[in-house]
């Protein structure tokens, strides 16, 4: 497995995409939570917040899927930094919870501020469902400022269902003081930890044998679900080479088998949309065995990106109009 770093190059991190889906989950149970004691959901209670490299994974990419986390790259010898900082910092207070705010000292985390291809400072980023987005640089006038955070919170709702968790700044203390208490222990909470961790170390026939178990007893699982989809498609990957398989897909657009494996690659590499339509194209132009075995492993890599991503959305919509 890579490092659990968010790569800006356009690479799927799945280990990202299994913390995402993890953090769906826990959002959709606090939502439920909240709509039964009638109170605010608390992952939204720190509304501003310092991020460091350590902490990213955790703080921006997994709170990313209940909330818009806007970014704002600063450094204590900048001028104007020190004039936006506070600015967006009330900003998150009047907005509640529709976003909130991460600040990342550039002097002593390089790795994120080269990772986002940040030319200057100030500059502000926002990152949705793990998905990073440019906002400005420099600084702005309120009035413009107010504009982009409203078109941000109107997008993340439309294209990824993220409202937030609207929430009174003065219940924020209260609130994650709540978020910090340990959540018990699930059944199948030490086996998915060993699944979890022969994954990261590359023990990949392990970690599918594992995810396995757990699907055994609790078929449902969402978690092991998704490490299963993982598991087997880095497994499936692992022993080919990328350009002698695209070459063959190229020069052989008819043998399904080997636009699969082309499939295969294209999600690891992150070319979500490419493996997606090459399957559906499969799907299309076969039949029998050939169109089945197309149309499961498209199932398969929906399993891997989640239900709930609108790139899986548009892939189902296409599917069924080559099927049906």
């Known amino acids: 497995m890579q490092p659990r770093n968010m790569s800006m190059s356009g690479v799927v991190d799945l280990a990202a995409v299994k913390a995402a889906g993890e953090a769906k989950q826990k959002a959709e149970q606090a939502r439920a939570e909240a709509a039964r004691t009638g109170r605010a959901p608390a992952s939204g209670a720190r509304l501003v917040f310092d991020v460091d490299e350590a902490g990213f994974q955790q703080d921006v990419l997994q709170r990313s899927t209940e909330v818009p986390v806007v970014i704002d790259f600063w450094a204590e010898w900048c001028e104007p930094c020190k004039q936006l900082g506070p600015l967006l910092e009330r900003l998150a207070g009047e907005y509640a919870g529709k976003f909130v705010l991460a600040k990342i000292d550039v002097d002593a985390n390089q790795m994120l501020f080269q990772q986002f291809g940040v030319q200057g400072i100030p500059a502000v980023f926002a990152v949705v469902a793990g998905q990073p987005i440019p906002l400005f640089q420099g600084a702005a006038p309120e009035s413009q400022i107010r504009q982009v955070l409203d078109q941000l919170v109107q997008a993340a709702e439309q294209q990824f269902g993220i409202v937030g968790a609207p929430l009174d700044p003065q ?26 961790q022969a994954l990261d170390s590359g023990d990949l026939g392990g970690a599918v044998q594992a995810y396995k178990n757990v699907l055994n007893d609790d078929p449902a699982n969402p978690e092991a679900k998704l490490g299963l989809a993982q598991a087997e498609l880095l497994r499936r990957v692992q022993d080919l080479d990328p350009q002698a398989v695209r070459k063959e897909a190229a020069d052989n657009p008819a043998d399904v088998r080997v636009q699969i494996r082309a499939a295969d690659l294209d999600l690891v590499g992150g070319h979500v949309e490419d493996a997606f339509g090459r399957l559906v194209d499969v799907v299309k132009r076969s039949a029998g065995d050939d169109r089945e075995a197309a149309r499961l492993r498209l199932l398969e890599l929906f399993e891997v990106i989640g239900a709930e991503d609108p790139r899986v959305t548009a892939a189902r919509t296409a599917l069924a109009r080559v099927l049906f």
């Open 171 to 196: 219940d924020a203390g209260e609130a994650e003081q709540e978020a910090e208490a340990p959540a018990p222990a699930g059944p199948y909470d030490a086996l998915l930890e060993a699944a979890n």
